[in-house]
Every structure is written in C-alpha cells, then in structure tokens.
C-alpha cells in the first residue's frame, strides 16, 4: 500500500516579510556566515539561534583539511548552547547557507547530521523548535518543527 506524508511550512517572500525578531536573526546569521571558515567547498553558512531567555548564539561552518571532519554551522551553534545553556530551551533556529561569493542564492535546508542534532535537542526539550532557512536576498522557508523536514526520524524511543 502506498501512502504520502506531506509536509507543511510557511513561505515567507522576503526579509520584509519578517518580524523584528526573525529579522534580527536573520542578520545575525547572515553576519555570522561571512566568518564561516570554508576554504574547501567555498560554502559559507551562518546560524543564529534564540534562546527562551533572549539570548541570541551564532555559528558558523567550520572545516577542516581532513574534509568532512568540520562542522557545520547549525551543529556549531547547537552544541555551545548545549555546553553553556543546557537546561534553556531553543525557541528559533535560523540558517543562511550559499557560495562564498554569492549575491544571491536559494534557501538551504539544514543538511541530514544538522536534522538529527536538532532532533536531539527538540527530544530533549519536549518542544519543537522554529527552523528557517533563508535565501540570501530572496525566499524563506519556516517549519514549526524540525520534524516536519525529518519525518521518519530516529530517536532515543527506538533505543
């Protein structure tokens, strides 16, 4: 038997269309992308999350020589604010990803390593966390949870 799983996300035109605070964000991690250490793939991208509390951490790509063995941007953010904030829930994840010398771009998902770290922490706070990901000028995408982008996910209930 066949069946179809479909997702629902919000499309959001442009930066225009943000709120203050999504606009915030998106200028940090588009700020914090512009750091991102990508010297193999020339691919830079930037996150910036906020904190329950207000506080707002950035990452960004980090690679390395030894290629895969960086990190990507969403997963640099992540697990600082799991080492320094562990028990302060993640309300917004915002991530901008494209060419080093791009002007514009597509928005990029977070990669399948970044779904499951993101998982985790959603588990581990018993909420969703707001994942959007965002063009460089153009579209954005939003989901109320990273569930919606990893439907058949593995989590600790399968343990």
């Not at 060419?99 to 909420?127: D, F, H, T, W």
Request: net charge negative.
């Amino acid at each position: 038997m066949e069946k179809e799983h479909k997702i629902s996300y919000h499309d959001i035109a442009n930066y225009n269309d943000l709120d203050e605070t999504e606009k915030i964000l998106f200028d940090k991690a588009n700020d914090i992308r512009q750091r991102a250490y990508a010297p193999y793939s020339n691919f830079t991208v930037g996150c910036a999350v906020l904190l329950e509390n207000g506080e707002i951490v950035t990452g960004s790509n980090q690679e390395n020589a030894a290629y895969p063995s960086g990190l990507c941007a969403e997963r640099t953010a992540m697990f600082w604010i799991g080492a320094n904030y562990p028990d302060v829930k993640i309300k917004k994840l915002f991530v901008i990803g494209a060419p080093r010398e791009a002007v514009s771009s597509v928005p990029i998902p977070p990669c399948g390593a970044c779904r499951q770290a993101i998982l985790e922490y959603e588990a581990k706070q018993e909420n969703g966390i707001e994942i959007y990901f965002a063009s460089l000028g153009g579209a954005i995408y939003k989901t109320s949870s990273i569930r919606d982008l990893l439907p058949f996910s593995f989590d600790a209930s399968y343990l």
